[in-house]
């Protein structure tokens, strides 16, 4: 490893550089505040992988392959799991905000880094113009509102918490986190209940056998399960957040491992133990699309305020990834800045270490996308949401290619080992991708998710010329090379990456 490589790894934190500058900050935490201790990250990491897509989307997939769904989902969850430690041992090396951008240009290239950042940020864009209004809709379960209003307030109530401090951010989420955690473990201990005590009106029917009994644990075929897996992946989307906290964490070599390590029983717990739960309560077959198996499950138990509480839950949930989206949109948008690869002016950070503009900027397109979905609730604005699965596994599939070769330039000598080596890899980084790339197939065939794949060539397009229109401007910022770059260049490491349509390969200043 050569000296300046140990600069780039052991930054001081001196802060942000000034408005207009492109330099990458040295400092781990890029001028942000550290405001987010173990407790909250925690809870972040929890409440990642709880959202509507378990308490609304499972309805559909049990729909479409009964039982089997339990397997979908733990198969799917130990690929999480792979790609979190993949990025577990990317944030020990070098624990940044933006991970993934970060990575991605420093492994794969400017463009791959370029493309990272902006599609990540749309990501969310559209997660949280999609929550926000179903947090809309759920409020009309109690009360007789607007949904523009409910939907406008919720937006700027979430945008002033994000501006205040990132403490005040991860506190909310904090307890976001704790009532849809409450929710579920409530949920599986009811069930339990249910099974060996017999109380509610499905104490007489309920039984373990329900798993198997109506057309077997496979009642759709090896297929309807595999047609699923779209589905179990879009839930599990976010969970990767806590990557972008890394910047903004206390102490994020000793927080963020144990976050990480936490996945497998977060799964084993919230959906493949609630499944199991609901499913030997309640035969598979009560379930529809569209309607949440929670509340259902309520409704068979004969709980007349299961509704109302499972709605509170739901409402909740997607408050929270709102409330996600509004983090990690400001922040991704002034890692992008910060490069050279977005708008200067989102370099600003307020006192209290909040990006200002990004967020502000993301926020608005937000209210625009509920005005969209007021107005033309139809086809258009369904394609939109579409795209948001595919843009999400953009940044699993970024994780592993460039965890893949930084373990490569790690066992080389190149790079410094981090203190917190995936297990199996990189063979198990390789075998993720083929998952996610089966799973894309399996989106092409589905013809309810294959609009997806229809927006991703437009999006390729517009990134190819905002690409060359960001390089005209500022072609320092796209020339560069990376850290792993300089490194091949003293021939020490892996060649360079994906760089766009013209860039260089010239290491950075002062390396």
């Not at 009994?213 to 589905?231: A, R």
């Not at 490569?408 to 981090?418: K, Q, Y």
Request: hydrophobic share 50%.
């Amino acid at each position: 490893m050569t000296s300046a490589q140990v600069d780039h790894h052991e930054g001081d934190g001196e802060g942000p550089p000034a408005v207009g500058s492109t330099a990458v900050p040295r400092g781990g935490n890029e001028g942000y505040q550290r405001g987010l201790g173990a407790r909250q990250i925690q809870m972040i990491a929890i409440g990642g992988a709880i959202g509507t897509g378990l308490f609304l989307g499972a309805g559909k997939a049990i729909s479409k392959a009964g039982p089997s769904l339990i397997l979908a989902y733990a198969v799917a969850g130990l690929v999480i799991f792979c790609i979190m430690r993949a990025l577990g041992e990317l944030l020990m090396y070098r624990p940044v905000s933006g991970s993934f951008s970060e990575y991605a240009r420093e492994f794969i290239g400017p463009f791959a880094g370029f493309v990272t950042g902006w599609t990540y940020w749309l990501f969310w864009v559209v997660t949280g113009i999609t929550e926000v209004t179903a947090a809309a809709t759920y409020m009309t379960f109690w009360w007789n509102i607007p949904q523009w209003a409910s939907a406008l307030f919720f937006t700027i109530v979430l945008y002033g918490v994000n501006l205040i401090s990132v403490k005040l951010f991860g506190e909310l989420e904090f307890w976001f986190s704790m009532v849809k955690v409450t929710a579920i473990v409530g949920m599986i201990l009811i069930c339990l209940g249910i099974l060996t005590l017999g109380f509610s009106d499905a104490g007489k029917s309920a039984s373990v056998s329900y798993l198997w009994s109506n057309g077997g644990f496979f009642p759709k075929g090896i297929g309807g399960t595999l047609m699923t897996l779209q589905i179990v992946m879009f839930a599990f989307l976010a969970v990767e957040l806590v990557g972008v906290t890394a910047g903004e964490s206390k102490d994020p070599k000793k927080t963020l491992p144990k976050a990480i390590n936490t996945v497998p029983w977060r799964i084993a717990v919230f959906y493949v133990g609630s499944l199991i739960m609901i499913l030997s309560v309640v035969p598979w077959t009560s379930f529809q699309p569209g309607v949440s198996p929670f509340v259902a499950a309520f409704q068979k138990m004969g709980l007349a305020a299961g509704a109302g509480i499972v709605n509170f839950v739901v409402l909740t949930a997607a408050l929270s990834s709102c409330n996600s989206g509004m983090y990690s949109t400001g922040r991704m948008l002034r890692d992008l800045a910060l490069n050279g690869q977005g708008p200067r002016v989102f370099t600003n950070l307020t006192r209290s270490g909040t990006p200002l503009l990004g967020t502000t900027f993301s926020a608005a397109l937000m209210l625009v996308g509920v005005w969209i979905n007021y107005q033309w609730p139809g086809d258009a604005f369904t394609y939109v949401v579409s795209f948001a699965t595919i843009s999400g596994m953009w940044a699993w599939i970024v994780i592993l290619i460039s965890h893949v070769r930084y373990r490569t330039a790690a066992d080389r000598g190149a790079l410094p080992v981090s203190t917190f080596r995936a297990p199996g890899a990189p063979l198990t980084s390789w075998l993720s991708l083929a998952f996610i790339g089966m799973v894309i197939v399996m989106m092409g065939i589905d013809p309810d998710t294959r609009i997806s794949l229809y927006c991703a060539p437009l999006w390729a397009v517009i990134m190819v010329g905002g690409y060359a229109a960001m390089r005209a401007r500022n072609p320092d910022a796209f020339t560069r090379g990376t850290p792993a770059e300089a490194v091949a260049a003293a021939g020490e490491g892996p060649g360079p990456g994906i760089e766009g349509p013209g860039s260089g390969g010239q290491p950075r200043a002062g390396e």
